[in-house]
């Protein structure tokens, strides 16, 4: 007998058909919505070999105790099977041990990444509460995603206003009603549309950047064509990876030279104009920097940047900046110098006119709802004062007691001795895998929860198996969402595995905390809901049973009509930033006070150590992009059948331009080494039209397969392992991954299998 229930993931709401036996025997999105390839994951990961089965401790771990450990993650090395009672027991007294002897700043909780996409079995938060509950833990704090605007934002625009550009940007449907041209940097990519943290109820995103299509003229700078979605009809200018901010600041010269730039919102709303123009004209360095001066960095056609800029102060404007181009070195460059052109336009807070930062990097970015309040399980509080930007893990755990420069301070790195991780994969969204290995080999002790053999999993000491999105009950609903859903379990849990709430709950037991206040995952569901609807503006919906019963409640909030900056654009004074001015600081003091040798206080061009005129270009003659798949979220579930079908010859594919094909005898299909600075790689070639010549691109997500260094240090294709582990700046401290020069030579040994789906060698001892 077939059973269908709705279930929700990051990438959206869908409908899953489970056996008696609890196998998916079939996936489909709702009638009415669009699929997300994802989604062709599910059935193949469900009940994949790769499954973590039974609570499982590394044996050098179990044999010789807590320590440093150089072989920690060594293929094949065997990992025992063990009972619950007795995995529980092995934790809760390390962490007693630990906690006791160094302290609970000791206790590193990790859990980046995108787990459940649950309100109550949402890894992050449940860990933070365990970890809050029994003394607390060093954090980590913003993202990988965007994490150079995070802490850039603030000084140029206050704290407000750049949370309001995350949460009430300039809409799609206001581009629709009021945007002449959308110029974006980097492109508007269908699949980024498809994911939102929590999921939506329906996709929408690439129905809305379509239909603003019919109204609005779209350029796209970029290195790729296809960045811009279908249906978008964009003009593509081609761009060279990391050297955006030289076109930006070209055109910035243009409307200053030629009498285009808005004289008069520079004066009103903003400080520091004076200094930029001095900069795009030379006056300060020597250098004007024009439109032939920025073809000679980015190759965009000086005569096109001209009238571009013409074309931008012609109508109404919105000038895109999309995350991914500040993932790379020097990232809070790109994003400075896209507020500062929009503010020498002087459209900023108009209608469907200004900057944006995002438009095609997420699916709730730009939908124009409100983000009502969700229910969200309660964290309580961290009494351990010491944090880390998230994409310095390595660091943390390399250089312990080390001084780190951040957002214009300094954090002193403690020293770590455990890391408890839930969740997440930093194998798929940290660089340099080679140094992250090294890294934790420093600590103690590693605990993961996975649902799946992940290279994390197999890199912890203690694997604690977790049920998947599909075996617990949960609600479900994404920023800007129509719908808070239910998303009962499909299946029966695989094996031994248990929700993270009761596993938490056992080890709080036996730490002297209290995890779950005795309530099981149906009740804490009904608590959450309960408190949400009954909460001071909550949307009309109806008590938990009748929810659960019709499989969610529709939210009721509307579309925001003032988008950021409205009101500051309509009376500057009666409406400031929180800036040290009230306005937009192009110039900002506060970074010109940091007096860091990677970071000036107005945007500017700084020649990137990597980039495709670099002295290394001579060795690494192709830049690569490194950008987020369409066939899988991140690293989810990439065994399935939709990320498996874009293999070539079961490695992660790399795009190629003809040309640069053709120069290195290669074509589709064949096996190719890729090297650069940090490791080196195996993939298959896909040759495509769609780059720049000099451009190389591949997915990130390809799971780590280290099982033959003597060819390559990951076979199956995981690019991390050439990214490098080097922040944007020290200002900002984000990670510069986005791209890398490297070199590509056919490989015409051996191919090695990839081994990067198997379990460890397993041991169940004897009664079990």
């Not at 993270?500 to 080890?507: D, P």
């Not at 053709?662 to 096996?671: E, K």
């Amino acid at each position: 007998m077939i059973r269908t229930t709705e279930t929700s993931a990051h990438w959206g709401s869908y409908l899953v058909d489970v056996d008696d036996a609890d196998r998916v025997v079939a996936v489909r999105p709702h009638a009415d919505d669009e699929a997300s390839p994802a989604m062709g994951n599910v059935a193949g990961g469900h009940r994949h070999a790769s499954r973590v089965a039974r609570p499982s401790i590394r044996r050098g771990w179990l044999e010789r105790g807590p320590g440093p450990d150089g072989t920690r993650g060594a293929v094949d090395e065997e990992y025992v099977e063990v009972d619950w009672h007795t995995a529980l027991d092995l934790v809760a007294a390390e962490l007693e041990r630990v906690r006791t002897t160094f302290g609970n700043r000791a206790v590193f909780g990790g859990s980046y990444g995108w787990g459940s996409a649950g309100r109550l079995h949402h890894a992050q938060s449940q860990v933070h509460r365990f970890l809050n509950g029994i003394g607390g833990y060093v954090r980590s704090v913003n993202d990988y995603s965007r994490g150079a605007s995070l802490v850039l934002l603030p000084h140029l625009v206050g704290a407000p206003a750049a949370a309001d550009v995350r949460l009430r940007p300039v809409s799609w449907p206001q581009v629709a009603e009021h945007t002449d041209l959308l110029v974006t940097f980097g492109g508007v990519r269908r699949s980024n549309g498809w994911v939102v943290p929590g999921g939506h109820a329906r996709h929408s995103a690439a129905a809305l950047a379509r239909s603003a299509a019919t109204t609005t003229r779209v350029v796209s700078l970029s290195a790729q064509r296809d960045d811009a979605m279908d249906g978008l009809d964009a003009e593509w200018i081609g761009v060279m990876p990391g050297t955006d901010t030289a076109v930006m600041l070209a055109l910035v010269h243009v409307l200053v030279v030629d009498g285009l730039a808005d004289e008069a919102f520079l004066a009103r709303h903003t400080v520091g104009a004076d200094r930029v123009r001095a900069y795009v004209l030379g006056e300060t360095d020597g250098v004007p920097k024009t439109p032939e001066w920025a073809e000679r960095i980015s190759r965009a056609p000086a005569a096109r940047i001209r009238e571009l800029a013409h074309e931008m102060a012609a109508g109404r404007t919105l000038v895109n900046v999309v995350y991914a181009l500040q993932r790379g070195e020097r990232g809070e460059q790109p994003v400075f110098a896209g507020l500062t052109l929009a503010a020498f336009l002087g459209q900023v807070g108009l209608p469907g006119g200004g900057f944006t930062h995002g438009l095609g990097s997420m699916g709730d970015y730009g939908g124009g709802r409100v983000s009502p309040r969700l229910p969200t399980f309660p964290q309580g509080s961290n009494p351990v004062a010491e944090h880390i930007p998230c994409a310095r893990i390595a660091d943390l755990l390399l250089h312990p007691g080390a001084e780190l420069p951040y957002d214009g301070g300094v954090l002193r790195l403690p020293d770590v001795r455990l890391a408890y991780w839930a969740g997440g994969n930093p194998f798929h969204h940290h660089q340099d895998l080679r140094r992250l290995r090294t890294a934790l080999a420093r600590l103690d002790t590693l605990v993961v929860h996975e649902t799946h053999w992940t290279a994390t999993a197999k890199h912890a000491d203690v694997v604690l198996p977790v049920a998947s999105s599909l075996e617990r009950d949960d609600v479900a609903a994404g920023p800007g969402d129509t719908r808070l859903r239910a998303s009962p379990a499909a299946s029966a849990p695989y094996a031994e595995a248990r929700e993270e709430l009761w596993i938490f709950g056992r080890l709080a037991e036996r730490l002297g905390s209290d995890h779950d206040e005795g309530l099981d995952a149906r009740a804490w569901l009904e608590r959450l809901y309960e408190e949400w609807r009954t909460a001071p503006g909550a949307p009309p919906a109806p008590p938990f049973a009748d929810f659960w019963r019709d499989g969610g409640v529709d939210l009721a909030a509307g579309h925001y009509p003032d988008p950021v900056f409205t009101a500051f654009r309509a009376d500057p004074v009666a409406h400031p930033l929180a800036t040290p001015s009230g306005r937009i600081e192009l110039w900002s003091q506060s970074i010109a006070d940091a007096a860091l040798p990677d970071l000036g206080p107005h945007a500017e061009w700084r020649e990137p150590r990597r980039w495709w005129r670099s002295p290394d270009a001579h060795e690494y003659d192709l830049h690569l992009l490194c950008n987020q798949p369409s066939t899988r979220l991140h690293s989810q579930l990439d065994m399935g059948a939709a990320s498996r079908a874009t293999k070539v010859a079961g490695r992660e594919p790399i795009r190629l331009h003809p040309d640069d094909a053709a120069a290195r005898g290669l074509r589709d299909g064949d096996v190719v080494r890729v090297t650069g600075a940090h490791g080196s790689l195996l993939a298959g070639v896909v040759v495509s039209d769609a780059l720049l010549t000099g451009v190389a691109q591949m997915h990130t997500g390809a799971w780590y397969d280290p099982s033959a260094p003597e060819v390559a240090d990951c076979v199956h294709g995981n690019v991390n392992v050439l990214t490098p582990d080097e922040p944007t700046s020290s200002f900002s401290q984000a990670t510069s991954g986005a791209h890398v020069l490297v070199r590509i030579e056919r490989y015409d040994g051996p191919l090695p299998p990839v081994r990067a789906h198997e379990p460890p060698p397993l041991v169940r001892p004897a009664g079990r």
